[in-house]
């Protein structure tokens, strides 16, 4: 009996017996080269079973069916999988951060971080989708040393992206961005969510295999692809939010306007404001005052929506990876009224597939659709000038049509003023319609060491712009209707095919690559102009909104561009190689070469080679210090160039000039010995030298640069002392820099919680030295000048330096010369301009550099924890030691009868109180002394940012009641809800350092969702 009592309960035992025995076995894989990982620790979690995988990334693990899994590496997020009695699980493990072991993407192949010996930097899928923007390199703003991104508010604007600086004199400074192999200006057509990693390659060493092309930096973009051995996955991930506008610009209100107009004494403006008490009534609360108090900004401005949807599809078999995707986005502007918004939809296919062991085919395919709708820019510049006591709308002004709107004419001002006019009676829309194509195929030639790859890829970009003025009258001018129609076509492709051998013998690794490349670019562009339009168009009656309907045309603006406008047809041909080698991770070498040969410029054939060296120190036998994990010192040099400046190739002409001799025409010619000559390209040589550190069981880690780059034959426009006339030559020099530091604390508390905190700074020096024997060279307008000076940055402002404001006339006798102070007619309340060189006069010796709209110190700092299924994450960053030129203020030069910003309407001098700000008085605003370039123009730019607040919670993703529930994480998102800074203007992010009319960055506040079957 005992002996059938024992076989009945191990019978009834058996399931649990044979749930505790059950056996899980799969295979771990890179998601960047699908290739296995060997040493992922694979464990039961909560339990203390655990293997590791095997050299080719296979594990096998015994666990019961309900357990989850957890599998960890160095340098791989870690990742977690429910069993629900599967017995094979593949995993494909992200990378995670800079660890040491990360293979990141350089170009034409991949290497490892702890082998490097250049500067890249490289951003993920989860930091680039934490920004919600069009833009995918805004998601970069504070996280990458040394990289400066301005941002744009206005709907699906790129930002300014400059790595280590400006290095050209006609401005180009954007980076070369190469997506999937494929060559382009901007990224603006790519939806951020299709990104799986942006490296940034920062030195010379790192981006001299793209040769020509690379003078400012390399951006290269991987999308994401499927992975070998995973199920297939559905993701829906979107967010919704709201754009608020922030650090709104405050313009002086009725009463202060009032204040300022008296203290002018214009009896002329004063008799302005008695008129609009006459046409608008006086105010109740003060009869001095007109009935009329117009907040002009919060007028046009509304908060906007801003929303994104995407939806892809994942997975592969043995042989088969795939990403398919497709995503719409839509921005809506802060511009109240008018159309301005920008729309884009997006279909991807990437496909790779192993036909055969030793053949590997795939491409990949983007398309990208977008509707932009630009906001008149015209509405913030007259926002900013447009006086108080004019109301938006005016019911006696009869004569306007179709809408009343106000017109400050009516009044006796000499312009219109009022924004409402450009915001009804203009439509500007861009449509554009770009497609990225790649194939590819690659041949396994010797196993595991020599492969050969050719991959083509397409681009093609079609942009078709309209603007459209609609016929109107203003109450005094009658305007006609007119329509402005542009198309550009870009047909760009790239044939690449090249080899790489990678080989390890002994303590010897040697990785090289050797290829060809071929690349053309052709670009075509029609534009035209027609006015009269009838029927005349209206926003309700589109279907007349084409040139077909013009009456006449405007033949200045009537064009086919031809070869000095647009590179029409460019072709290159390249050969290129690259070689690593690698000592027993001790001793690191690289270097690479590429031949670029082109069609653009007279020299048709350019070498550009680089070098680089790394000693990791911690692998020495004799290094051992507590605490340092690993310690690498790296040096590079390397040479390349920047072809987006236009070629020009000229030559002295004869001139024929006519005269009279006794009465007789007589025709004699003069030569004219100035020409254009721009027959290359420009170069840059730029030394590297750089530090990799991890600290502290890899918890701590650190990356530090320091670099110099020189940029020569920069194409200039120069002035020869004898003759007049400009002329453009290669003789520009310009030096970039700095010192970039990187530093990073992660840890894992427990298996529930981990942390993160880490930060960035970035120091830049940019210099001019050489002008081709020029002391300077002048840019900006004559009245606000900016100045490139040998020593001095590029295009620093120029202009007198302020000390102070005269408050008495013995104060103006004791600081120049009397006879100059009555030429000059100073009166207290006018600016006291520093003499530099003490003669007692205010002359062009006295002007300096007031500043450079270029930073030398950029930062960023970041924080975030993981605590089971919530997560957090910060970003702070900020700028420093930079300048703007406050040129709103500045158009007082031409124009008088305008409004104020209330900082100046607070602070400007006056007899009682004189002025906190060293702003001039109300009358000596409308001095020409004071009205000079100079520091008063000039503003400090230095803000500080919040710039990226996340909060996440993920659930479900489990089995409830039977029923398989999807993984949902749910996100809130803040971004940009804070900026602190003193400039006096909208924002302190202004591309050019002029601020005339910058579209404000709005605060963002969204509500996302993703969810994965």
């Given at each position: 009996?005992?002996?059938?009592?024992?076989?009945?309960?191990?019978?009834?035992?058996?399931?649990?017996?044979?749930?505790?025995?059950?056996?899980?076995?799969?295979?771990?894989?890179?998601?960047?080269?699908?290739?296995?990982?060997?040493?992922?620790?694979?464990?039961?979690?909560?339990?203390?079973?655990?293997?590791?995988?095997?050299?080719?990334?296979?594990?096998?693990?015994?666990?019961?069916?309900?357990?989850?899994?957890?599998?960890?590496?160095?340098?791989?997020?870690?990742?977690?999988?429910?069993?629900?009695?599967?017995?094979?699980?593949?995993?494909?493990?992200?990378?995670?951060?800079?660890?040491?072991?990360?293979?990141?993407?350089?170009?034409?192949?991949?290497?490892?971080?702890?082998?490097?010996?250049?500067?890249?930097?490289?951003?993920?899928?989860?930091?680039?989708?934490?920004t919600p923007n069009a833009q995918a390199m805004q998601s970069l703003q504070g996280r990458v040393a040394g990289v400066q991104i301005v941002s744009n508010g206005a709907?699906?604007?790129?930002?300014?992206?400059?790595?280590?600086?400006?290095?050209?004199?006609?401005?180009?400074?954007?980076?070369?961005?190469?997506?999937?192999?494929?060559?382009?200006?901007?990224?603006?057509?790519?939806?951020?969510?299709?990104?799986?990693?942006?490296?940034?390659?920062?030195?010379?060493?790192?981006?001299?295999?793209?040769?020509?092309?690379?003078?400012?930096?390399?951006?290269?973009?991987?999308?994401?692809?499927?992975?070998?051995?995973?199920?297939?996955?559905?993701?829906?991930?979107?967010?919704?939010?709201?754009?608020?506008?922030?650090?709104?610009?405050?313009?002086?209100?009725?009463?202060?306007?009032?204040?300022?107009?008296?203290?002018?004494?214009?009896?002329?403006?004063?008799?302005?404001?008695?008129?609009?008490?006459?046409?608008?009534?006086?105010?109740?609360?003060?009869?001095?005052?007109?009935?009329?108090?117009?907040?002009?900004?919060?007028?046009?401005?509304?908060?906007?929506?801003?929303?994104?949807?995407?939806?892809?599809?994942?997975?592969?078999?043995?042989?088969?990876?795939?990403?398919?995707?497709?995503?719409?986005?839509?921005?809506?502007?802060?511009?109240?009224?008018?159309?301005?918004?920008?729309?884009?939809?997006?279909?991807?296919?990437?496909?790779?597939?192993?036909?055969?062991?030793?053949?590997?085919?795939?491409?990949?395919?983007?398309?990208?659709?977008?509707?932009?709708?630009?906001?008149?820019?015209?509405?913030?510049?007259?926002?900013?000038?447009?006086?108080?006591?004019?109301?938006?709308?005016?019911?006696?002004?009869?004569?306007?049509?179709?809408?009343?709107?106000?017109?400050?004419?009516?009044?006796?001002?000499?312009?219109?003023?009022?924004?409402?006019?450009?915001?009804?009676?203009?439509?500007?829309?861009?449509?554009?319609?770009?497609?990225?194509?790649?194939?590819?195929?690659?041949?396994?030639?010797?196993?595991?060491?020599?492969?050969?790859?050719?991959?083509?890829?397409?681009?093609?970009?079609?942009?078709?712009?309209?603007?459209?003025?609609?016929?109107?009258?203003?109450?005094?001018?009658?305007?006609?209707?007119?329509?402005?129609?542009?198309?550009?076509?870009?047909?760009?492709?790239?044939?690449?095919?090249?080899?790489?051998?990678?080989?390890?013998?002994?303590?010897?690794?040697?990785?090289?690559?050797?290829?060809?490349?071929?690349?053309?670019?052709?670009?075509?562009?029609?534009?035209?102009?027609?006015?009269?339009?009838?029927?005349?168009?209206?926003?309700?009656?589109?279907?007349?909104?084409?040139?077909?309907?013009?009456?006449?045309?405007?033949?200045?603006?009537?064009?086919?561009?031809?070869?000095?406008?647009?590179?029409?047809?460019?072709?290159?041909?390249?050969?290129?190689?690259?070689?690593?080698?690698?000592?027993?991770?001790?001793?690191?070498?690289?270097?690479?070469?590429?031949?670029?040969?082109?069609?653009?410029?007279?020299?048709?054939?350019?070498?550009?080679?680089?070098?680089?060296?790394?000693?990791?120190?911690?692998?020495?036998?004799?290094?051992?210090?507590?605490?340092?994990?690993?310690?690498?010192?790296?040096?590079?040099?390397?040479?390349?160039?920047?072809?987006?400046?236009?070629?020009?190739?000229?030559?002295?002409?004869?001139?024929?000039?006519?005269?009279?001799?006794?009465?007789?025409?007589?025709?004699?010619?003069?030569?004219?010995?100035?020409?254009?000559?721009?027959?290359?390209?420009?170069?840059?040589?730029?030394?590297?030298?750089?530090?990799?550190?991890?600290?502290?069981?890899?918890?701590?880690?650190?990356?530090?640069?320091?670099?110099?780059?020189?940029?020569?034959?920069?194409?200039?426009?120069?002035?020869?002392?004898?003759?007049?006339s400009a002329e453009r030559r290669s003789v520009g020099e310009i030096r970039n820099q700095g010192l970039e530091l990187n530093l990073n604390w992660r840890d894992h508390?427990?298996?529930?919680?981990?942390?993160?905190?880490?930060?960035?700074?970035?120091?830049?020096?940019?210099?001019?030295?050489?002008?081709?024997?020029?002391?300077?060279?002048?840019?900006?307008?004559?009245?606000?000048?900016?100045?490139?000076?040998?020593g001095q940055p590029y295009q620093a402002f120029y202009g007198y330096e302020v000390t102070g404001v005269f408050d008495t006339d013995q104060q103006i006798q004791s600081?120049?010369?009397?006879?100059?102070?009555?030429?000059?007619?100073?009166?207290?309340?006018?600016?006291?301009?520093?003499?530099?060189?003490?003669?007692?006069?205010?002359?062009?010796?006295?002007?300096?550099?007031?500043?450079?709209?270029?930073?030398?110190?950029?930062?960023?700092?970041?924080?975030?924890?993981?605590?089971?299924?919530?997560?957090?994450?910060?970003?702070?960053?900020?700028?420093?030691?930079?300048?703007?030129?406050?040129?709103?203020?500045?158009?007082?030069?031409?124009?008088?009868?305008?409004?104020?910003?209330?900082?100046?309407?607070?602070?400007?001098?006056?007899?009682?109180?004189?002025?906190?700000?060293?702003?001039?008085?109300?009358?000596?605003?409308?001095?020409?002394?004071?009205?000079?370039?100079?520091?008063?123009?000039?503003?400090?730019?230095?803000?500080?940012?919040?710039?990226?607040?996340?909060?996440?919670?993920?659930?479900?993703?489990?089995?409830?009641?039977?029923?398989?529930?999807?993984?949902?994480?749910?996100?809130?998102?803040?971004?940009?809800?804070?900026?602190?800074?003193?400039?006096?203007?909208?924002?302190?992010?202004?591309?050019?350092?002029?601020?005339?009319?910058?579209?404000?960055?709005?605060?963002?506040?969204?509500?996302?969702?993703?969810?994965?079957?």
């Open positions: 009996m005992r002996n059938l009592f024992t076989c009945f309960f191990l019978l009834c035992m058996l399931p649990a017996f044979a749930e505790a025995q059950h056996r899980v076995s799969g295979r771990v894989t890179d998601a960047l080269t699908a290739g296995g990982i060997p040493g992922v620790t694979v464990m039961v979690k909560g339990a203390v079973t655990a293997t590791q995988t095997n050299a080719t990334g296979n594990y096998t693990i015994d666990a019961n069916a309900a357990d989850t899994l957890v599998f960890r590496s160095l340098g791989y997020a870690m990742q977690e999988v429910p069993i629900a009695n599967q017995t094979s699980i593949d995993v494909v493990l992200e990378g995670e951060g800079t660890e040491l072991e990360e293979v990141v993407v350089i170009g034409y192949g991949t290497q490892r971080q702890r082998d490097l010996t250049t500067a890249v930097a490289t951003i993920r899928a989860d930091d680039i989708a934490k709907p699906g604007a790129s930002p300014t992206v400059r790595l280590r600086g400006i290095g050209s004199f006609e401005g180009n400074s954007a980076p070369l961005y190469v997506v999937d192999g494929m060559f382009f200006d901007n990224i603006d057509f790519l939806n951020p969510n299709d990104i799986a990693t942006i490296s940034v390659l920062k030195d010379a060493s790192a981006s001299a295999i793209y040769g020509v092309r690379a003078g400012n930096g390399v951006v290269l973009i991987e999308t994401k692809s499927g992975a070998y051995n995973k199920p297939g996955e559905i993701v829906y991930d979107a967010y919704y939010g709201i754009q608020n506008p922030q650090n709104v610009l405050k313009m002086a209100n009725t009463q202060q306007f009032v204040r300022y107009i008296n203290a002018t004494g214009s009896q002329a403006d004063i008799s302005l404001i008695a008129n609009a008490m006459q046409r608008y009534g006086r105010s109740r609360l003060d009869p001095n005052l007109p009935n009329v108090n117009t907040d002009w900004y919060n007028e046009i401005m509304t908060p906007a929506p801003i929303q994104n949807h995407n939806l892809s599809f994942s997975g592969g078999g043995e042989s088969t990876r795939y990403s398919i995707g497709a995503s719409y986005f839509n921005q809506e502007g802060l511009l109240d009224l008018q159309r301005n918004d920008y729309r884009r939809l997006n279909f991807r296919v990437k496909v790779d597939s192993k036909v055969k062991d030793w053949l590997n085919v795939g491409g990949n395919f983007n398309v990208s659709t977008a509707r932009q709708y630009n906001g008149e820019n015209t509405a913030w510049f007259r926002a900013y000038f447009s006086v108080p006591i004019l109301p938006v709308y005016d019911e006696d002004n009869t004569d306007a049509s179709p809408v009343k709107y106000a017109n400050a004419q009516k009044l006796g001002y000499r312009g219109v003023q009022n924004p409402f006019f450009p915001l009804e009676y203009i439509d500007n829309r861009n449509h554009v319609a770009k497609l990225a194509g790649n194939f590819h195929a690659e041949v396994a030639l010797w196993e595991q060491k020599l492969k050969f790859r050719t991959q083509y890829n397409y681009g093609l970009s079609f942009v078709n712009t309209r603007r459209v003025d609609f016929e109107y009258h203003d109450g005094v001018t009658q305007h006609q209707s007119a329509i402005r129609r542009q198309n550009t076509s870009d047909y760009d492709q790239v044939w690449d095919n090249f080899v790489t051998y990678d080989d390890d013998f002994g303590k010897h690794n040697l990785n090289v690559v050797l290829g060809q490349s071929y690349r053309s670019e052709y670009s075509e562009l029609l534009f035209a102009r027609g006015t009269a339009i009838s029927p005349a168009p209206s926003r309700a009656a589109e279907q007349y909104w084409y040139l077909t309907n013009a009456t006449d045309f405007d033949l200045n603006n009537i064009g086919d561009a031809d070869g000095g406008t647009l590179n029409a047809n460019l072709q290159f041909l390249s050969f290129f190689g690259r070689a690593a080698y690698n000592y027993d991770d001790r001793y690191l070498l690289y270097t690479t070469f590429r031949r670029d040969g082109n069609n653009k410029f007279q020299k048709t054939w350019g070498n550009f080679a680089t070098v680089g060296a790394g000693w990791v120190l911690s692998q020495e036998e004799f290094f051992d210090v507590p605490g340092i994990d690993f310690l690498k010192f790296r040096a590079s040099w390397g040479q390349l160039g920047n072809d987006a400046i236009s070629p020009s190739v000229g030559l002295p002409t004869l001139q024929e000039n006519n005269g009279a001799i006794d009465g007789t025409r007589v025709i004699g010619r003069r030569l004219n010995p100035t020409f254009d000559l721009i027959t290359q390209w420009e170069t840059t040589v730029e030394k590297n030298f750089g530090v990799d550190a991890q600290f502290l069981n890899s918890r701590l880690s650190l990356e530090a640069d320091y670099f110099i780059r020189d940029t020569r034959n920069l194409a200039v426009t120069i002035v020869p002392p004898v003759f007049a508390l427990s298996e529930d919680f981990s942390y993160n905190i880490g930060g960035n700074i970035a120091t830049l020096k940019n210099k001019v030295l050489g002008l081709g024997g020029a002391d300077g060279l002048n840019a900006g307008s004559a009245e606000f000048r900016q100045r490139s000076i040998i600081t120049y010369n009397a006879d100059f102070a009555a030429e000059k007619s100073l009166v207290p309340g006018d600016l006291i301009f520093k003499d530099q060189n003490g003669d007692g006069l205010i002359d062009d010796q006295d002007r300096v550099i007031l500043g450079s709209y270029l930073p030398d110190f950029t930062w960023g700092a970041n924080l975030g924890f993981r605590y089971k299924k919530l997560e957090f994450a910060a970003l702070l960053q900020g700028q420093t030691g930079y300048h703007i030129l406050n040129r709103k203020r500045g158009e007082m030069i031409f124009t008088n009868d305008t409004n104020i910003d209330a900082d100046l309407a607070t602070n400007f001098w006056t007899e009682e109180g004189g002025s906190p700000k060293n702003y001039p008085s109300a009358s000596g605003l409308r001095r020409s002394w004071n009205q000079v370039m100079s520091s008063y123009f000039v503003e400090p730019g230095s803000y500080f940012r919040l710039q990226n607040v996340r909060l996440s919670y993920s659930f479900l993703g489990r089995e409830i009641n039977g029923v398989t529930w999807p993984e949902t994480r749910v996100t809130l998102t803040a971004d940009r809800p804070l900026t602190v800074f003193k400039y006096n203007g909208f924002n302190p992010e202004v591309a050019s350092g002029v601020d005339r009319e910058v579209y404000p960055i709005p605060a963002i506040y969204t509500l996302g969702v993703t969810i994965k079957l």
